[in-house]
């Protein structure tokens, strides 16, 4: 019961409330987890005292979500706490919630999405208030709505992505009316912001250790063909990859997560549509996100997995092995900087489409081989040790001649990088 028992700020928070006569109660998610076993940071506190009431009993406040009933408590270490007045859902349009105060711990329970999250904890008592079986959901491992499934998911639509989103984080199986109600959900999720749904993307990539499932899930109860329909038919595998793609992890690691998310827009072999830019701002990643999914899209169209394998598991090391140079002229199609990430990638989708376990430690050699000669080999005009000056002064007269030259000197220098020294390039040239 000690991992039950919340961190001292929490609990002092509670006496607070309790002293002036209110209730005060531990809930939702860390309740859950800590039932879980998992360590978690955010304790929610529900209080019967109405926000003013709480912002008058407490030095600092912050008012977070006042018109919810949600008040920030900071503690003596400036770390805030969200001290929420217990609440009926009173009027819902599918999203937004017209709430009532002045509801009781069991109210406020009832108007929460799932058993699991509908638990609550007195902090010193470490007493459970637990009316709708959310204890024995999580030991059997299932996600239920509390409540009705169909309506709670029409009050709120965000539902649907929501239980998809726990199912995959603690890999439950969803109740047979839960899943029905969310596959009914499916068809009106166009009420959901997009902002709302790249944000749940965006959870599913960080806080589910391996998302296929979970996409998959999302595809089955139709809800790609009715928010994502450009991925709705991608396969198996593409998802899969997300699975060999390491998630951001506690210190938050946005490129990882923004990996996974480009992830799903990514296919070997094939260009993506030009639409692509278009449609990732459609779905609010910003700027800077849509154009390196872009970019990594366009780099993996460049490549087959067939062609990923083949350098992988090239033995020799020689810079002049044709595997090397292949390998060099695909980093200079797909270009340098697109080198970390697409070899991820793509090799996660090897994974997933099953390389043999004699070529596991391919992936990390094709991985630092791949960055060796993106940061050290000559792949660009620019890379060259001549520039134009010096073909002119060669004899090489400018326009077209002189493009063509370079050209045609990077060719001798990728299929052998010792050749990119100044004197020898000149040699090389006079000999043309
Ligand atoms: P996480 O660890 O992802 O934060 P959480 O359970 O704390 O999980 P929150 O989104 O922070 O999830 O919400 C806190 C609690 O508020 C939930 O546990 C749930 O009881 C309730 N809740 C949140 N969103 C909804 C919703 N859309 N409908 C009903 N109840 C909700
Ligand atoms: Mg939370």
Known sequence: MTRLRPPDEVRAICRVLERAGHEAWCVGGAVRDALLGIATLDWDIATSARPEQVQALFKRTVPVGIQFGTVGVLDAHGVLHE??????DVETDGRHAVVKFGASLDEDL???????????????????????????????RVLRCVGDAPERMREDRLRALRALRFAGRFEFDIEPATWEAIRASAPHLGRLSMERVKQELEKVMEQVAKPARTLERYREAGILAALLPSIAEAPRERFAAIDHLARPGLVRRPDRRMLRLAALFVEPGVRPARRLEQQLKELKFSTVEARATVALAEGAGEVTLTRLRELATA????????????????????????????????????????????EGRAGVGLYRRAMRSAFRDPLTVADLAVDGDDLRTAGVEAGKGMGEALQWLLEQVMVDPALNRREELLALLRGR
Do not use: C, M, Q, Y
């Open 83 to 88: 001290v929420t007045t217990f609440r009926h």
């Open 315 to 358: 033995t020799s090391d020689a810079p002049t092995d044709p595997a090397a140079v292949e390998l060099r002229r695909t980093i200079a199609r797909v270009g340098r900087l697109r080198v970390p990430g697409l070899t991820r990638l793509l090799w996660a989708r090897a994974k997933a489409e099953g390389v043999p376990a004699s």
């Open 110 to 140: 009832a108007r929460r999405d799932f058993t699991i999250n509908a638990i609550a904890v007195h902090a010193e008592r470490l007493e459970l208030r637990d009316p709708f079986g959310g204890r024995e959901d999580l030991e059997r």
